[in-house]
């Protein structure tokens, strides 16, 4: 599979997370294939802060306050087989990370599947879908060693 990935940073305190750009490709790479992306697709992932994400969330989607993650498909007759972009907040996926007690580059690999799932026709808009999607989640985070994040704790 060819795919070509633009990793922009707009907060730099996604700079401190270790091993991040490798991290990010690694689950583009993966979700991209589970999902039988086209051949020679590209994308971008949008690593910001919440300020920005709020108002992404306002213009796009008429809520205002701060996600943690954004998809965004190109319009079905986009050139070159471009997907889409993703956004991910910094302070948003800190606080979910600490909260569940993850690493905040493994909860990042997390959305930036879920996110690049979603350029990809995905969605989790009926609960079969939305379980479709979760196992395919679930499998691929698996492959990258991170545990079930839809696992009930203690189960």
């Given at each position: 599979m060819s795919f070509s990935l633009e990793i922009q940073l707009t907060d730099p305190r996604w700079r401190k997370v270790r091993g991040l750009s490798a991290r990010v490709t690694d689950a583009v790479t993966r979700a991209l294939k589970a999902g039988k992306a086209p051949r020679n697709a590209s994308l971008t992932i949008l690593l910001t802060g919440d300020r920005q994400m709020k108002a992404l969330n306002h213009d796009f989607r008429g809520t205002s306050k701060a996600t943690n993650v954004l998809s965004f498909p190109a319009a079905p007759a986009a050139a070159d087989d471009y997907l889409g972009d993703v956004v991910l907040a910094y302070g948003v996926m800190g606080k979910e990370a600490r909260a569940g007690d993850k690493r905040l580059v493994d909860h990042t690999a997390?959305?930036?599947?879920?996110?690049?799932?979603?350029?990809?026709?995905?969605?989790?808009?009926?609960?079969?879908?939305?379980?479709?999607?979760?196992a395919l989640e679930t499998k691929i985070l698996a492959q990258l060693g991170i545990a079930d994040p839809y696992a009930e704790e203690g189960a």
């Open positions: 997390h959305l930036v599947i879920h996110g690049v799932l979603h350029l990809l026709g995905f969605d989790h808009v009926t609960q079969r879908k939305a379980n479709l999607m979760e």
